[in-house]
């Protein structure tokens, strides 16, 4: 049973930073593609972020968060990372991340297998 828990949501101010973390557990992590998604409320889930499981860790970002965030992995310790900069309002959202066991590394939802329970980050004006 693959198992995935976020940490590091808080409450910030526009500009400021915050970093996520995505520990993994019941899964060989090194093997599988790794996505950041966010649900903010009365709106859809979307895609934030993938990296790919290979050496080269290729990672792919929405147009929204292009150049502020990044996302990183540590295959040693099974945990993925997103660091937020330069937080904007509208980044305020529940953040999830999840494992796409077929190693798709897509955006949609249903490319992804197993979800964790969500970390909420709210930046306020």
């Known amino acids: 049973q693959v198992q995935l828990v976020e940490s590091g949501g808080g409450l910030v101010r526009t500009g400021e930073s915050l970093r996520l973390s995505c520990s993994a557990s019941?899964?060989?992590?090194?093997?599988?593609?790794m996505g950041w998604f966010r649900q903010a409320p009365g709106k859809d889930r979307e895609f934030v972020a993938a990296i790919s499981w290979g050496a080269g860790r290729t990672a792919s970002y929405s147009d929204a968060v292009k150049g502020r965030f990044t996302i990183s992995r540590d295959n040693a310790n099974n945990t993925m990372y997103l660091q937020m900069n330069s937080l904007k309002p509208e980044d305020t959202a529940v953040y999830y991340c999840a494992t796409d066991l077929s190693t798709r590394y897509g955006r949609a939802i249903s490319d992804y297998d197993y979800w964790g329970q969500g970390t909420q980050v709210t930046v306020s004006s």
């Open positions: 019941g899964q060989t992590f090194s093997r599988y593609t």
